[in-house]
């Protein structure tokens, strides 16, 4: 625990001293709240609940969009730095918490300020409506939806990150997670993750848990891959996702330790 400990705050550190971090992330989570506070798509619902659930949607476009952006060179940075992954290797912290450190301390770093943005966010549309419902359907978003949804955007960039030139790793993970996300089966000519339980947009967790509109689960579409949203179907969406992003973040590390070894 101390090992894992240490190691979060030393990334989380390190993550907090990169621009890129803050040029990625706090732009699209300002973004994000003025859509919310101006877009009709989220004003026009009559429910303070249902107008903090479709402004989640927003956020985890957006925003954890920005998060892979801002950590898609994670892994390459462990390549490019001589010596110290054989540094790291010679402490005393076992693989599992230095690497399970390696991954959160950074995604801390760029979900602590837009989580602190959307609660704000949220606690506002509580207070000018008087109820506590939005603040709650915030808390259960950022859990998840926000975060699960981080964790694979994070795990996807980072394997493009070593697979590719980061420019160009960036550049796949926008298209990729629009296609994820926003391309709904009515306008795409090719199958399409969005609308389905395979979708990081987490819709189905919005819709069940957070208040959101329903159109943001099935996005319309029908299909075993397009189920009636229930408790099960959300958490369907979530295990689904998580498990993407655990193949994403083992087949990084496995591309980065291969390239290290080869470059060494």
Known sequence: MTALLWTLRYEALMAARRKVVWGAVLPLALLSL???????VVTGHGDP???TGAAAVLVNTLCT??????????LRRDIEARGMPELLAATPARPLPRTTGTLAGP????LGPIAALFLLYATVVSATSGTLTPLGSAAVALTT??????????ALAGLLGVLLPVAAARAVTVVL???ACHFPPTFSP????TGTVLSPLGGYALVAWAHAPQVWA?????????????DTTALLNIALVLAMAAVCYALGHLVARAKHHGAS
């Open 34 to 40: 003025l859509l919310a506070a101006t877009s009709p």
């Open 49 to 51: 609940a249902a107008r």
């Open 107 to 110: 995604l801390l770093t760029a």
């Open 190 to 193: 090719l199958p399409t993750a």
């Open 177 to 179: 997670w629009l296609w």
């Open 218 to 230: 099935t996005r319309q579409g029908t299909g075993a891959l397009r189920p009636a949203v229930s």
């Open 145 to 154: 939806a926000v975060l699960p949804a981080a964790l694979l955007v994070t």
């Open 65 to 74: 969009l920005g998060v892979g952006l801002a950590l898609a060179d994670r």
